[in-house]
């Protein structure tokens, strides 16, 4: 891909030509489809394009000329011999080495060979180009220069400033081999990408969010997000179980990558978890830690995603990521951040032991004066015992010679209280007397008149039973077919003498018979 140096002011004229707009180099470039008009974009060309532009001409006259001659001839030359040919053109016009920007899209090793399939897309996924490239044995050590300032290995996914040799095979066709890598382009990138994450954090008003709460004075109940095999969690546990086995602070661990392809995924899903635990029984803080590692190995750590879920944690978070130097933007959004996991348990042993050495401190403090006052009480109780003992004394004194003339006073009014009472039960046992022989005599007159109810009243129903029985017999003996037949009725019967009750049945008889009181009469249907 070509790109263009095109003025705002004549952008119109530069698409108008056929360039296209590249978002991530902000820039106009050249369509491949476009390549043999380059002339006409000259004018926007830099140095360096223009020099791309004479060799991409040298190289597509060759070719030109490689067709030319082949079509001159009406049997064709071999695949080979053409491939040599492009072969050669390419040397001839390509002669220097060329540094190219491109992303890591697959990377394997073999006897001691790299080989690498680069790539170059949008930030909307779209590939514009891809090649295949190699780092031959002899020439590793660009590798090691890489690691050994980048503080990593390569991996899929980084954008990287090679010096390339473009080379072409017959057999294996397009390919650059590798001389050089810049690894100060790509830590500029890196840091390029974790500026912008970083500024939008700031204007969504995230960056300082998780800062405004301040970390408990005192730790009961924390989680830990880690890498289930880190060696800086083992630190951490070995301080966390004492805390434990004392029964002084719990620990809940949560385990995710941090490093690799899944960082974000597995984070999220362990944030998610944390959550779930956390509404139901809160936490007083969540600590995410690991051990040290390669510098590289942080950058999926740097994620906007992942950053943006910490700074909205409804509580304070710690960070032990395991490095002094180098600082995430998971470090930067939390509310505190520990170079190691041992300094982040050390902050909590610290917490939690000046919090004991306080209470115990405070436990002096109570049973000491707890002691004074109990003296004190013991004291004051005695006094008030003395002065409640001498008053309850004078009071009985007082009181016993206040009862006496209660008590003949008393004993005067139950006596006559008691001889009223008397004459009210007299009284009331005479009026009782008088309304229960009333009663008595009224309940017996209601006797008589209902033992002489009983003794006629099954007479008068068995009357009325015997004249509705006679009327019941009266009426079935008119129900029979005798008296049905003598009422104006007839019945019709099939041959077999069985009684035909519809018309339907009737039709379907050959004969049949009907019946009337005074004979019979056969008939046949119609």
């Not at 405004?212 to 060696?231: G, W």
């Not at 362990?270 to 779930?276: E, P, Y």
């Not at 139901?280 to 906007?304: E, V």
């Not at 436990?363 to 009480?377: C, G, L, P, R, T």
Request: with cysteine; charged share 25%; hydrophobic share 40%.
């Amino acid at each position: 891909m070509i790109l263009l140096e095109v003025p705002f002011a004549e952008k119109e004229t530069a698409k108008s030509l056929g360039a296209r707009w590249n978002p991530t180099e902000k820039k106009w470039y050249i369509p491949d489809d476009l390549l043999t008009e380059i002339d006409k974009f000259n004018r926007w060309l830099p140095n360096s394009n223009n020099q791309t532009q004479s060799l991409i001409g040298s190289v597509e006259l060759s070719l030109e000329r490689v067709a030319i001659s082949a079509n001159d001839k009406e049997v064709g030359i071999p695949l080979s011999s053409l491939m040599i040919r492009i072969q050669q053109a390419i040397k001839t016009s390509i002669a220097d080495f060329i540094w190219v920007i491109a992303e890591v899209a697959n990377i394997n090793e073999s006897r001691g060979h790299y080989y690498f399939e680069l790539a170059e897309t949008l930030e909307d996924g779209q590939q514009l180009a891809s090649c295949r490239a190699m780092i031959w044995q002899s020439n590793t050590k660009v590798l090691e220069k890489f690691s050994s300032a980048t503080v990593s290995e390569i991996a899929v996914g980084q954008k990287l400033l090679l010096l390339v040799e473009p080379t072409f095979h017959e057999k294996f066709g397009f390919s650059l081999v590798i001389q050089d890598i810049d690894p100060s382009y790509t830590l500029g990138e890196l840091e390029a990408k974790v500026q912008a994450i970083r500024k939008q954090l700031i204007n969504e008003k995230l960056y300082d969010k998780n800062k405004q709460f301040e970390l408990p004075k005192e730790f009961f109940r924390l989680a830990v997000i880690s890498p289930a095999d880190a060696a800086g969690l083992g630190d951490f546990r070995a301080d966390a179980d004492l805390l434990v086995k004392e029964g002084l602070c719990e620990f809940k661990y949560f385990y995710s990558a941090f490093q690799g392809e899944k960082v974000e995924q597995e984070m999220q899903a362990a944030f998610s978890a944390f959550m779930s635990l956390h509404e139901a029984n809160k936490f007083d803080a969540l600590i995410i830690i690991r051990g040290g590692g390669a510098k590289l190995d942080l950058q999926p750590l740097n994620s906007y995603q992942l950053a943006k879920a910490i700074a909205q944690m409804n509580l304070p978070v710690m960070t032990g990521i395991g490095h002094e130097r180098d600082i995430t933007l998971l470090d930067e959004v939390s509310a505190v951040k520990f170079d190691t996991p041992s300094k982040v348990i050390a902050m909590i042993l610290r917490v939690i032991l000046a919090s004991a050495q306080q209470a115990k401190q405070d436990w002096f403090y109570i049973e000491k004066y707890s002691q004074i006052f109990v003296q004190n009480q013991k004291q004051l109780i005695s006094e008030i015992n003395q002065t409640i003992t001498q008053a309850s004394k004078t009071i009985i004194q007082q009181q016993r010679q206040n009862i006496v003339p209660l008590i003949m006073k008393v004993e005067q009014q139950s006596a006559i209280a008691l001889n009223n009472q008397k004459n009210n039960i007299k009284q009331l046992d005479n009026t009782v007397k008088l309304q229960i022989t009333s009663q008595l005599k009224s309940q017996k007159e209601q006797l008589n008149h209902f033992n002489k109810t009983i003794i006629s009243m099954p007479v008068s129903i068995l009357e009325r039973a015997k004249s509705q029985l006679k009327q019941l017999i009266s009426f079935i003996l008119s129900s029979g077919v005798d008296s049905q037949l003598n009422r104006g009725f007839a019945m019709v019967f099939d041959d077999n003498k069985k009684p035909l009750t519809t018309a339907k049945k009737t039709k379907q008889q050959q004969n049949f018979t009907i019946k009337f009181k005074d004979g019979v009469l056969k008939a046949k249907p119609n």
